[in-house]
């Protein structure tokens, strides 16, 4: 479903990437969000939660519904799957289809947050992890009903990285909320987190070292090839496989000198992530799940579902570009948040209109308009 990893480069600075796995392509939009924008937050039988936006923030977003010509689409209908803030902070959605469950009550006077808008929430309010971590503290965040998602309860979990390296997950599993520390930077999807950090246990005979010669009784082996160090990495696309081969290249990969260096190590990072449509297949009969947006189910002639990479994105926490790139591109297009801070007004820009053609988009308005 999905991969995420944080880089840091020769100078401590910090970059982050991740990759979004579904079966089909869905109506994602890039949103810019300029300070003070509002926002509310709601959840049935308890007050609404409002919060303005104290940081700008870009983020590629996903409608919570379907439009239709008496109630079109407006900013409040974006929620945030993958996100940056002027203050170098990261937010990101990951499928984790274990996550609903019996929630614990929250008093009915207690404004709640819907799991739905903590990317929205985040990315407005707060600049650094530990902030985070002690405002979830105090504010309840519950599960709802997704209705494009055919009524499944918000089944993701969420990553949130900053500037100076901090990185926690928030997990819902079985309806139970833990924020867990990320020492390894690391996520993909299920098992539970902690699960994927005992794991890792069973690999620490990983390195990148190369050992092409080996002697067996009078025999001298010699490896013809460089890249024997990688054939203890598993090799599968499964959660469990993709998140001990992100936690090695987030180790061991070279480190950058400068920062364009390093976007461009990550991006080569994140190519061994990227999936090509058909790379494996599930039918129906299989049982496999998918997450499946209701009125936007596969089409097409295939009788099976294929999961492949809709989208891949970068963020330079530091210099806070944003840089995204979707199935029909091989190059990035970047976005700039200092030249987007004269930007008065929310924009909202269809994914698929962003040119690949145009490597630097430092205004929403050249990569296609808003919608």
Not at 28 to 51: I, K, N
Not at 86 to 98: A, D, H, I, N, R
Not at 223 to 228: L, M, N, V, W
Request: aromatic share 10%; glycine share 10%; with cysteine.
């Amino acid at each position: 479903m999905c991969t995420s990893l944080i880089y840091s480069d020769k100078n401590g600075n910090f970059y982050f990437g991740r990759t979004l796995e579904l079966t089909v392509d869905l109506p994602y939009q890039l949103v810019f969000v300029p300070r003070g924008q509002a926002f509310s937050s709601e959840v049935p039988g308890h007050p609404v939660l409002s919060y303005p936006a104290k940081n700008a923030f870009l983020a590629v977003a996903m409608p919570a519904r379907m439009p239709t010509a008496a109630a079109p689409l407006g900013l409040g209908d974006m929620k945030v799957l993958e996100g940056l803030n002027t203050e170098g902070l990261t937010f990101s959605v990951l499928s984790y289809p274990s996550a609903g469950g019996t929630q614990k009550p929250v008093e009915m006077t207690h404004a709640v947050l819907a799991a739905s808008d903590l990317g929205s929430w985040i990315l407005a309010s707060f600049a650094r992890v530990g902030e985070v971590k002690s405002a979830l503290a105090d504010q309840p965040v519950m599960l709802e009903p997704l209705a494009v998602l055919g009524g499944a309860e918000s089944p993701f979990h969420y990553i949130v990285h900053d500037a100076e390296g901090g990185s926690i997950v928030i997990e819902f599993h079985r309806g139970e909320m833990t924020v867990y520390d990320n020492p390894v930077g690391v996520m993909t999807n299920g098992p539970r987190f902690d699960w994927h950090l005992t794991n890792l246990d069973n690999y620490t005979h990983l390195t990148n070292v190369d050992r092409p010669v080996a002697t067996f009784g009078a025999y001298k082996a010699v490896q013809p090839d460089s890249g024997i160090a990688t054939a203890a990495l598993p090799g599968s696309n499964t959660s469990v496989g993709r998140f001990v081969r992100a936690a090695y290249y987030a180790q061991f990969t070279e480190k950058a000198a400068t920062p364009d260096l390093a976007v461009l190590t990550l991006a080569h990072i994140m190519n061994n992530f990227d999936r090509p449509r058909g790379a494996t297949i599930d039918y129906p009969a299989a049982g496999a799940g998918h997450l499946e947006v209701a009125g936007l189910e596969p089409g097409g002639e295939a009788d099976y579902a294929t999961e492949y990479t809709a989208w891949t994105s970068l963020s330079d926490l530091t210099g806070k570009s944003f840089f995204v790139r979707d199935y029909r591109s091989l190059n990035f297009t970047r976005f700039d948040l200092a030249s987007l801070a004269g930007t008065l007004e929310p924009r909202v820009v269809p994914l698929q209109k962003i040119a690949a053609a145009n490597p630097v988009a430092s205004d929403l308005g050249v990569a296609g308009g808003p919608a």
